[in-house]
Structure formats: C-alpha cells, structure tokens
C-alpha cells in the first residue's frame, strides 16, 4: 500500500504556506506510476501557487517493489551524519515487516527482496535505475572509487554527491549533485565495460566485501568507515 499524509510545505522564496500529500511508502507493484514518478523526477515536486517556485518535498518513507525484489527505506541528506542510528532503525523495519517475528507468509515476501538504505530523491532513483539496467549497486558503488582516482578535482565534499543518471549506447551517464538542492555540477560517461570488469574482478573483493550485510550500499559508507 502507498500511504500520503497531507502536511503544509513553505516556499523558500516568498513563504507562501500550501497544503501537500507527502509520502511515507510507495508500493510500486500497486502504483507503477509513482515509480515512474521516481524515475523523471517528479516524484513529491510540486510548484509554489504563489510565485511557481519549485518544491520538491523531504524524503522519510519506505519503498516496495516486490516484483523487483526491491525495499528501500528513503531518509533525506542531512540524516547521513547519524548513519549508524538510520541503518540500525532501518534494520529493525525491515525485520518487523519480514523477519523471524512475523507470518511464514511476510517471510516468504521477505526472501525475495534486498533491503537497501538511500539519502536523497537521486539515491532513490539511482538505486530504480540500477534494477532497470539490471547493474549491481554494489558493483556500481566500485566503479564510483575507480572513478574518483581517475578524475581530477573530483568534487566530492560532505555536500555533493555522485550518482547514476542514465544509460545511452553502452556509456553509463553520471551527475555530481549538490545534495540539498539537487543541482547538477558537473556529467561525467563511463563506458559499461569498465563498470564490468570491475564487478567481475578479484582484485576487487577486498573492498566488495566491506559492504557484505550494510544497508546502506554507497561508496560514502567507505569514507566513513
């Protein structure tokens, strides 16, 4: 089941006050049309009634596709510094929903799906896009290191991020964002070729298995430690 609850959003250009539905789940097997929402980035976006400024609401929800084998619980950027607390909450979600407490039949659902933790619109989508393309994340979260050795004056800084936007001729197409705003800095292609023999590397399995029973699958959780 997809659950809204209507809250007022304020515009940060003219404060103008307004009434909108915010998410706590998607159910996307129900709803395919809030994940192709996700997926154009129109998803919780709305325009002010005022002075049309765009609005794009906070993210704090749970998301199930269950014909994808795919959960994902959604916190929005700046609850990245307590990782530690969210992964553990979002563990404990997962398990009341389908772990050992609940129905054979909700840990039958439970076997076929991948539990995941994001921060942001873009984590969310990026980890839709990676089922799309049928891409490992974690195999992608490795190409994103090799990437950051090999490009110069990367970006990278506590408020940018860089994630999967698309795929076009064999290139996998990345944007560095800004986390809050959702800005594009900067595109960068990478051929999928890289990205395979990466995933099928040995020499990778080291750093592959540091993300072995994590929720959250992102190359930040290895600069974090």
């Known amino acids: 089941m997809s659950l809204f ?10 404060s103008t006050r307004t009434t909108v539905d915010l998410a706590a789940s998607v ?9 192709a929402a996700i ?13 049309g400024t765009r609005l794009r609401l906070p993210a704090h929800l749970s998301y ?22 969210v992964e553990d909450e979002a563990w404990t979600a997962f398990e009341d ?5 609940t129905s054979e039949a909700a840990q039958e659902l439970g076997r076929d799906l991948t ?16 089922r799309e393309y049928g ?26 991020e860089l ?4 795929r076009d001729d064999g290139t996998l197409g990345f944007a560095w964002l800004d986390s809050l705003t959702e800005q594009q800095l900067s595109l960068v292609g990478v051929p999928q070729d890289v990205y395979d023999e990466i995933a099928a590397a040995e020499s990778w399995a080291p750093m592959r298995q540091q993300f072995d029973g994590r929720l959250f699958v992102d190359f930040k959780a290895l600069l974090a430690g």
């Open 5 to 14: 609850y209507p809250v007022t959003a304020t515009c940060s250009k003219c």
């Open 27 to 35: 159910n996307a097997d129900r709803r395919p049309d809030l994940r």
């Open 39 to 51: 997926l154009d980035g129109s998803f919780q976006a709305t325009n002010c009634p005022n002075c």
């Open 64 to 85: 199930t596709d269950q014909g994808r084998g795919q959960w994902i619980l959604v916190d929005a950027p700046e609850a990245l510094p307590n990782l530690e607390t």
């Open 97 to 101: 929903l389908y772990g050992p407490g």
């Open 115 to 130: 539990p995941r933790l994001v921060f942001g619109w873009p984590a969310l989508r990026e980890k839709l896009l990676c």
């Open 135 to 160: 891409l490992d994340d974690v195999g992608l979260e490795l190409l994103k290191v090799a990437m950051l050795r090999n490009i110069k004056d990367a970006p990278l800084s506590d408020t940018t």
């Open 163 to 166: 994630r999967l936007t698309g």
